[in-house]
């Protein structure tokens, strides 16, 4: 049964505002879909008599499964700012598949599945759609719902898969050494070729090796700005593999649609 954790949310644009409010659920895998689930997820509003809200991420190199009435699906790596208005009420259950670790259920390159949702049941067939219907009965019940997930993934188990485990192991570093900002300086720490890194992303996460270090260091930028609105800018864009202030300002603008010193300020600046 998967274990409730505390999160704190990474890519969630102005996460310290979403802090103060309910925070979304977040429930460990345990047994051996923990090789391949990082955790699952559930969110839930009431928002009736209220006005609309509008939540947006900068999301992880990670498939999701989702659950939720209307928009269920199967999504891939959005490669974007991934924005949601939230209204009235409502409940939604995923699973965060680690990256790299749904090309074994998949069984098909995973960039095929990038900024692309399917429905539940072209993703999986009749199984899909009736997982589905059984989960969205159990709306509100979060352990009930999550059993029904983890038996529908368990009862589709892969085989173990040493490149799954690789790119895993590969994400992973990039996530946490900020000093890789280089995908050549990833594939040499790996032992393989750039074209080799290339590919194994290509396949496996659904991004290439660069989009993968940007996203995790626009993160970091993320976080940084949010804590301290007087962050060095320069030295942050440098610390952060880029070339100058200039082309930091640009990416993040780009992605997050405002400069660092403007997001810095918060959603009120």
């Given at each position: 049964m ?5 999160w704190r949310?990474?890519?969630v644009?102005d996460?310290?505002?979403i802090?103060?409010?309910?925070p ?26 209220r006005?609309p809200?509008?939540?947006?991420t900068?999301p992880h190199?990670s498939?999701?499964?989702v659950?939720?009435?209307g ?12 924005s949601?208005?939230l ?21 098909r ?6 900024d692309q ?5 072209r993703?999986f ?6 997982l589905?219907a059984y ?12 059993s029904?997930?983890?038996a ?24 946490e ?25 290509q ?7 660069k ?10 930028a993320?976080?940084q ?7 060095d ?6 610390a952060?593999?880029?070339?100058d ?25």
């Amino acid at each position: 049964m998967a274990k409730p954790v505390v999160w704190r949310p990474k890519g969630v644009v102005d996460a310290g505002a979403i802090r103060r409010e309910s925070p979304a659920g977040r429930f460990l895998p345990e047994g051996p879909l923990a090789g391949f689930v990082e955790h699952f997820w559930t969110v839930s509003w009431d928002l009736r008599g209220r006005p609309p809200l509008t939540r947006e991420t900068l999301p992880h190199p990670s498939v999701h499964l989702v659950i939720e009435a209307g928009r269920s699906g199967l999504a891939g790596v959005h490669t974007g700012r991934f924005s949601r208005v939230l209204e009235g009420r409502g409940w939604v259950l995923g699973a965060k598949f680690l990256p790299g670790c749904f090309r074994p259920f998949w069984g098909r390159p995973v960039d095929e599945l990038t900024d692309q949702v399917l429905p539940l049941g072209r993703a999986f067939g009749a199984p899909g759609e009736a997982l589905e219907a059984y989960v969205l009965r159990c709306a509100g019940d979060e352990n009930a719902a999550i059993s029904l997930v983890e038996a529908f993934l368990l009862g589709r188990l892969p085989e173990p898969d040493a490149k799954a485990a690789l790119a895993r192991s590969i994400v992973a570093r990039i996530r946490e050494d900020r000093e890789l900002t280089q995908a050549e300086a990833v594939a040499r720490e790996a032992g393989l070729s750039l074209r080799s890194l290339q590919r194994l992303f290509q396949d496996y996460v659904g991004v290439s090796p660069k989009w993968v270090i940007q996203r995790y260091r626009l993160h970091e930028a993320m976080e940084q700005l949010e804590a301290d609105q007087a962050v060095d800018l320069p030295a942050l864009a440098l610390a952060l593999g880029y070339f100058d202030q200039a082309h930091f300002t640009k990416a993040f603008k780009t992605y997050l649609g405002r400069t660092p010193a403007v997001y810095a300020k918060g959603p009120e600046g």
